[in-house]
């Protein structure tokens, strides 16, 4: 199966789904392997997450070539700050066993703008020493993207944040797309809370699928990137199934209702 993909303003395409790899310590080399084969190319990870070891074995156990696939790790908040950062690439690539990733990603904001201005710094340095062949950022605000304006040399090729229709967050979105910084949608299945929504039911029952199908493909019609983690191999296999149908006008206007500024993390 052919996976759609997004430009980024580095010219790489990235699939528009992606295998989530949090919470799921002891799984992931398995899950890894699974999704391949099941045509993900696309693998989300982060220093905190502790499946970058595991990350790196399903890589060199499959057939797929490394080019073919997109690998997006994230460095996490102790670390920030330009030396923490130039060594948490190397730690992370070294646990991959990996010569670059695809998208290196500031996991959460500093509070500090003189670290978030340093911890770019050192973003663009790993950028430039081709060890991320792009770099962005992970729950940045607008405010804090508009900042940026002012220390960036290259600006992110993506925000990855959580969006759902229980919280679609369009000014950011919106924003986004309008300077060309790409959006990953995390927690797209709100970590199931609201699998169930009745609304969601009803829309997958007219559409002849799930209510995590609706959820991804509504991620994916809204011209953004979602990475669902799944473990279960059903579910692996099953989110992936959303090349096939299209949400019409009637269920984007009933999901839009769903909007309630409400964070499953
Ligand atoms: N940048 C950040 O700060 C940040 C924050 C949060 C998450 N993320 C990334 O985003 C990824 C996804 O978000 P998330 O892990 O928070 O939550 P999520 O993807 O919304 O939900 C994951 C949960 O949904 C279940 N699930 C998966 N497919 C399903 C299906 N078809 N039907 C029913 N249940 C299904 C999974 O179960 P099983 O595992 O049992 O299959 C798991 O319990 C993370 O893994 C991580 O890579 C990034």
Redesign the pocket.
Known sequence: MEIPTIELNTGAEVPVIGL????MEGEAEASVLEALQAGYRHL??AKI?GTEKEIGRALRKSDVPREEIFVTT?VWNTDQGEEGTLAAIDASLSKLDLDYVDLYLI??PHHSERIREETWKAMEAIYNDGKAKAIGV??YELHLLREMDSYAEIMPAMN?I?VHPFWYRKDLVDYCHAHDIAVTN???????EH?EDPVIANIAKRNGK?P?QVLLRWGVQLGNIV??????PA?IR??IEIFDFELTKKDIEELAELDQNLSV?
């Not at 989530?20 to 919470?23: E, V």
């Not at 995390?186 to 199931?192: A, F, V």
């Open positions: 989530g790899t949090w919470d989300d990870t997450y994230k996991h959460w992970s729950n990855q959580e995390y927690s797209p299945l709100t970590r199931r699998l799930s995590a990475i669902p983690k799944a473990a279960k579910h099953e989110n993390i």
